[in-house]
C-alpha cells in the first residue's frame, strides 16, 4: 500500500494550500490607508495602476563593443600600445624556417662550434664524483618518476611511422617536467655551494619578459620579444668571452645567407608593440647583471632542435640588448664594453647550453661588429630512457656538470665536489 497520500494529507504545506483555496476570507485583501507621518512630510502618493500605465523609457547610451573587454586587450585602435606603422615581431612561439641561422641574421650574430675556451675550461674543474651523480639522478627521478600528477597525455607522434595511432597515455605534463627539472637543479646548487660566500651574490627570478626594438636600413621596425622561465642576475657582470681583438676580426666575416627568402620570413606582422626598452631589473637593485639564462619549452607539440636553439639565441640577445641600453642608452651603437651571459635552452628530456656576447647594437646593417654566440654542441640528453617499469637508465651527469659550472661562474671560490 503506498502511503504518498496519506502522507501528503498531513503535509504542512499542502495544508497551507488547501486552506488558501478554501477559506476566502483569507485571500480578502483590506485597505490599508496613508500612514500620518508620510503625509505629515508631503510624500506625493501615486496609484499603482497609473504608474504601471506609464511605459519607462530609458535614455539611450551606447555599450562597449565587445562589452566589458578592457583597452589594453583590444586588437584596434584603442590599444595603448596601437601603433599605425606595421613592425615585424619576434617571440618565444617564432618558428623559423632556417632555425638558428635564420636567428643569427636577424640579431647580426656569428655562431661558433663549441664553449669558449676559459668557460669550457671552467666546465671541466666541475667533474662530479659519486655522491654528486648519485644526487643529481635522484633530482631527476622525484620529477620523472616520483612526481603523481597523473594527466591524460597527447597522442605520441612517430616521425618514422607518422600512420601509427598510438594509445593515449596517462603522466605528468611536459610543462610542469621542465620547470620542476630547473627548480631540483637549482636547489641541488644552492646545497653543494652553501658553503661558498658569492652564493649570496646571486639573484634568481622567475618568468621574466624582455623587450626592444630596433629599425633595419630598408625601413622596417623590428620588434624583439623574448620570456624565460628563470633568470640568474649577479652583483658583478660575467666577464667576456673574447678578447677585443677577436671582437673587431668578426667584422670580416660574413652573416648567414637567406637568398632567395628575406629575412622577414616566418615573422609576425602586426600593430600592437611596444617602443621603449624593458629589462626586468632596475639599477638600482644589487644584483642586476644577468648572468644566465634557463629557456624552456613546455609544449608537447614537436620543435625542431634549431628553433629550440633559436628560441635561446632570440633570449639571450633580447635580454643583453635591454641591458645594454639600460646602461648606455638607446643611441649608443658599439658598446664600449660587451655584455655577456650563459643560456640553457631545455626541454623534458634534453638540456643545451650555450654562451653570448653582445658588442654592437647597430643591426640596420650586416657590416661591422656582429655580436657571438658560442653553443655547446647538439643538446645533452638526460638519460637514455625513464618509466616506471625499468626506472632511470642511462642516467647522463654530464648536464648537471655544466649547469653546476654556469652556476659557479664568477665564484672566487669553486665548492668542493669530492665523495
Known amino acids: 500500500m503506498r502511503l504518498s497520500a496519506v502522507l501528503r494529507i498531513q503535509n504542512e504545506i499542502y495544508y497551507r494550500k488547501r486552506l488558501w483555496k478554501n477559506r476566502r476570507t483569507l485571500r480578502k485583501v483590506h485597505k490599508f490607508p496613508t500612514p500620518q507621518p508620510l503625509l505629515d512630510m508631503g510624500v506625493e502618493i501615486h496609484d499603482a495602476l497609473q504608474v504601471a500605465a506609464n511605459e519607462f523609457v530609458p535614455e539611450p547610451f551606447d555599450l562597449p563593443e565587445p562589452h566589458g573587454i578592457p583597452n589594453e586587450k583590444r586588437l584596434d585602435s584603442r590599444n595603448p600600445d596601437w601603433h599605425d606603422q606595421e613592425a615585424y615581431i619576434v617571440h618565444k612561439k617564432s618558428r623559423l624556417l632556417e632555425g638558428d641561422k635564420h636567428m643569427c641574421l636577424l640579431t647580426k650574430t656569428v655562431r ?3 664553449l669558449p675556451t676559459a668557460l669550457l675550461e671552467h666546465v671541466r674543474l666541475h667533474t662530479l664524483g659519486a655522491a654528486q651523480q648519485v644526487a643529481a639522478k635522484e633530482a631527476l627521478a622525484q620529477v620523472h618518476l616520483y612526481d603523481c600528477t597523473q ?13 601509427m595511432r598510438f594509445p593515449r597515455e596517462f603522466g605528468v605534463p611536459v610543462y610542469r617536467k621542465v620547470s620542476h627539472v630547473l627548480a631540483s637543479y637549482h636547489h641541488l646548487c644552492e646545497k653543494l655551494t652553501s658553503q661558498v660566500p658569492d652564493v649570496m651574490d646571486r639573484t634568481r627570478l622567475s618568468d621574466v619578459v624582455s623587450n626592444v626594438c630596433f629599425q633595419k636600413a630598408d625601413g622596417n621596425t623590428v620588434v624583439f620579444t623574448s620570456e624565460v622561465d628563470t633568470l640568474t642576475t649577479s652583483k658583478v657582470p660575467l666577464s667576456a668571452f673574447n678578447t677585443p681583438e677577436d671582437v673587431k676580426a668578426t667584422a670580416d666575416m660574413a652573416m648567414p645567407d637567406l637568398y632567395p627568402a628575406k629575412y622577414t620570413l616566418d615573422l609576425d606582422k602586426g600593430h600592437i608593440y611596444r617602443m621603449d626598452d624593458i629589462y626586468p631589473v632596475p639599477r ?9 639564462l634557463h629557456v624552456t619549452h613546455p609544449y608537447h607539440y614537436f620543435w625542431f632542435p634549431k628553433e629550440k636553439m633559436a628560441r635561446a639565441i632570440l633570449a639571450c640577445f633580447t635580454f643583453a640588448a635591454a641591458r645594454a641600453r639600460q646602461l648606455y642608452g638607446a643611441d649608443t651603437l658599439t658598446l664600449p664594453e660587451p655584455v655577456a651571459l650563459q643560456c640553457t635552452y631545455s626541454d623534458a628530456e634534453t638540456f643545451g647550453f650555450l654562451a653570448y656576447q653582445l658588442n654592437t647594437l647597430d643591426l640596420s646593417t650586416d657590416e661591422g661588429i656582429k655580436n657571438q654566440v658560442w653553443v655547446a654542441g647538439e643538446p645533452h640528453k638526460l638519460f637514455e630512457s625513464c618509466n616506471h617499469i625499468e626506472g632511470m637508465v642511462g642516467h647522463n651527469p654530464a648536464v648537471f656538470q655544466h ?15 669530492q665523495s
Open 112 to 114: 661558433y662550434d663549441g
Open 151 to 163: 594527466v591524460k597525455l597527447p597522442r605520441k607522434i612517430d616521425l618514422t611511422q607518422p600512420h
Open 284 to 292: 638600482v637593485a644589487l644584483n642586476q647583471h644577468p648572468h644566465t
Open 403 to 417: 649547469f653546476l659550472a654556469f652556476y659557479t661562474n664568477g665564484f672566487s671560490q669553486l665548492p668542493s665536489l
